[in-house]
């Protein structure tokens, strides 16, 4: 039996993520799926069950939550002032310049790119898939930085804006996937080692 999952956000017909508290109830809110792009009800009129999105008609839709989630970490990201993770052990605070959605670099296409102080930073919203290893490569030989953010505890769990965005700037959630600036230092090391000889 396919299961109906409930869907934090939708698309409303230009594309734009949109939340359940903002459109009409039931079909009025004219929205599709992240994942499918099929049609949606929303569900924010009842007393039961918390407000959300659902398939109009049931279908297999194996990506729609994960989908959801990652639209909505990328509108928050355009929404963010300052970009917190932790570096050499200790929490560090950069204000966030620009931030490019879904744009190609080289051979791969990052979930968010972060540039702050003129240092790009890649950001990859991990909900059901880590990086692998082969991305991970291809992001050592860019020779660019990049942090995984893990959301993967909310799998086909409700997870609304304000909880995403608490999630978004939480330090333990960040791993590194690539830091350029510890290669940058070995290969000084290595170097200034060499040179030593």
């Known amino acids: 039996m396919i299961k109906q999952i409930r869907l934090p956000c939708g698309l409303n017909k230009n594309g734009n993520v949109v939340y359940?508290?903002?459109v009409k109830n039931g079909l009025g809110c004219e929205c599709i799926c992240p994942g499918c792009k099929q049609s949606l009800i929303a569900k924010n009129s009842g007393k039961k069950r918390e407000h959300h999105f659902a398939h109009l008609n049931i279908v297999?839709?194996?990506?729609?939550?994960?989908?959801?989630?990652?639209?909505?970490?990328?509108?928050?990201?355009?929404?963010?002032?300052?970009?917190?993770?932790?570096?050499?052990?200790?929490?560090?605070q950069y204000k966030i310049d620009f931030v490019a959605l879904e744009t190609k670099i080289d051979n791969?296409?990052?979930?968010?790119?972060v540039t702050c102080d003129g240092k790009s930073f890649i950001v990859?919203?991990?909900?059901?898939?880590?990086?692998?290893?082969e991305k991970k490569l291809k992001i050592r030989n860019m020779g660019i930085s990049?942090?995984?953010?893990?959301?993967?505890?909310?799998?086909?769990?409700?997870?609304d804006k304000e909880m995403l965005k608490t999630e978004l700037c939480r330090i333990e959630n960040f791993t590194w996937v690539y830091d350029a600036d510890v290669d940058l230092i070995e290969?000084?090391?290595?170097?200034?080692?060499?040179?030593?000889?």
Do not use: W
């Open 108 to 113: 791969i296409i990052p979930d968010i790119i």
């Open 146 to 159: 990049a942090i995984e953010i893990d959301l993967s505890r909310f799998k086909n769990d409700l997870i």
């Open 187 to 197: 290969q000084k090391r290595s170097v200034i080692q060499n040179y030593g000889r």
């Open 20 to 22: 359940i508290e903002d």
């Open 124 to 133: 990859e919203i991990y909900v059901t898939h880590a990086v692998d290893d």
């Open 60 to 92: 297999d839709c194996e990506h729609g939550f994960q989908s959801a989630v990652h639209y909505m970490a990328k509108e928050l990201f355009l929404e963010m002032q300052y970009f917190k993770f932790i570096k050499n052990g200790k929490p560090v």
